[in-house]
T-cell receptor, first 116, second 112 residues
Framework: GAVVSQHPSRVICKSGTSVKIECRSL??????MFWYRQFPKKSLMLMAT?????????EQGVEKDKFLINHASLTLSTLTVTSAHPEDSSFYIC????????????FGPGTRLLVL | EDQVTQSPEALRLQEGESSSLNCSYT??????LFWYRQDPGKGPEFLFT???AGEEKEKERLKATLTKKESFLHITAPKPEDSATYLC?????????????FGKGTKLSVIP
């Protein structure tokens, strides 16, 4: 149980294009989903928190117009990196917290983004 | 501000050589402390949640314990497949969205 998927697992794009990453909870409904970014050999940095049906809450220093988050259903959240640049290249990971309660976040496998 | 410090940063063990990883934390009020395992290029895999001092949880060769200031992840007779980065995270009481604050992790290498 508590499986979270991400798609795509890897993406390469040209500078200036937009990329959408999907995060799905497969066997539970997620009230809250989180988006993290991880740099090589570093820990996870929380980018934003999204609650189903409401606007995402962004951490300080994260541009909300650049990283668009949509949490349209209890099983799907999307992160769109708009007008991507090489400095946006990173490992993006989502997590989900069950709508049935509990404090545990379950993580997806991550998406490796490379912007050329 | 919540803080999590993990030590050591890296640990090399011979197969079968038991050891412990440390997670020291500072939080205004602890709702929960979490241990995750992360393999290279993968997302973190949930291991344990601990809620109060004195609590212990076990899973195969791993045992997690909690005090008011720190948590330990004990690894008994590790195998090469236990090699990974182990992450500790805390969740504060009153964290309305249940956000986690992560430590930097301990990279464990188990040598056959």
């Amino acid at each position: 149980g508590a499986v979270v998927s991400q798609h795509p697992s890897r993406v390469i794009c040209k500078s200036g294009t937009s990329v959408k990453i999907e995060c799905r909870s497969l066997d539970f409904q997620a009230t809250t989903m989180f988006w993290y970014r991880q740099f090589p050999k570093k820990s996870l940095m929380l980018m934003a928190t999204s609650n189903e049906g409401s606007k995402a809450t962004y951490e300080q220093g994260v541009e909300k117009d650049k990283f668009l988050i949509n949490h349209a259903s209890l099983t799907l959240s999307t992160l769109t990196v708009t007008s991507a640049h090489p400095e946006d290249s990173s490992f993006y990971i989502c997590s989900a917290r069950s709508a049935s309660g509990g404090e545990t976040q379950y993580f997806g496998p991550g998406t490796r983004l490379l912007v050329l | 501000e919540d803080q999590v410090t993990q030590s050591p940063e890296a640990l090399r063990l011979q197969e079968g050589e038991s050891s412990s990883l440390n997670c020291s934390y500072t939080v205004s009020g602890l709702r929960g402390l979490f241990w995750y395992r992360q393999d290279p290029g993968k997302g973190p895999e949930f291991l344990f949640t601990l809620y109060s001092a004195g609590e212990e949880k076990e899973k195969e060769r791993l045992k997690a314990t909690l005090t008011k200031k720190e948590s330990f992840l004990h690894i008994t007779a590790p195998k090469p497949e236990d090699s990974a980065t182990y992450l500790c995270a805390v969740q504060a009481e009153g964290a309305g969205s249940y956000q986690l604050t992560f430590g930097k992790g301990t990279k464990l290498s188990v040598i056959p």
